[in-house]
């Protein structure tokens, strides 16, 4: 059988519940046709680059498969039907990537980074040294700039 990613969008105002139910249903169809599912993401609600269908935003869901391409042939016919998913695609790849994907690995380096902000870390906007850029020294008052 053939490795595949399915990853579809979803509208932006359904509930993360219903996502999950799309997923579900992907599913389900998957495995009834003789295929398997490896390992579902949910990359929650993003912005999308342009406008889709009055959709600003949508609900990113990504699928790794293992199956036969007609399997694959009747997801995409029955998420082409589906209202509730705005675009998908299906990409043949030669092996699945381990653990989480580039996109899951992101979220928990923003995670980290808006912990970082929020307390604990120094420097930046609080006045401490920022550690990225060199020290100019005292900054000069307009009145010196302007004699």
Do not use: C
């Not at 889709?52 to 869901?61: E, P, Q, S």
Request: charged share 35%.
């Amino acid at each position: 059988m053939a490795l595949y990613e399915h990853t579809f969008l979803a509208r932006q105002d359904l509930a993360q519940a219903q996502v999950d139910a799309l997923a579900e249903t992907a599913t389900k169809i998957i495995q009834d046709n003789g295929g398997r599912v490896v390992k579902t993401e949910t990359w929650g609600l993003r912005s999308l680059a342009y406008r889709i269908a009055k959709n600003r935003k949508a609900h990113y869901v990504m699928l790794e498969i293992d199956a036969p391409g007609n399997v694959v042939a009747e997801l995409e016919r029955q998420t082409q039907i589906n209202e509730d998913v705005i675009r998908y695609m299906t990409v043949k790849v030669d092996e699945l990537e381990q653990g989480p994907t580039v996109m899951m690995r992101k979220q928990e380096r923003d995670r980290e980074r808006r912990g970082d902000r929020e307390g604990g870390r120094e420097g930046g906007r609080d006045g401490g040294p920022r550690g990225d850029r060199p020290d100019r020294g005292p900054r000069r008052d307009r009145e010196e700039e302007a004699a």
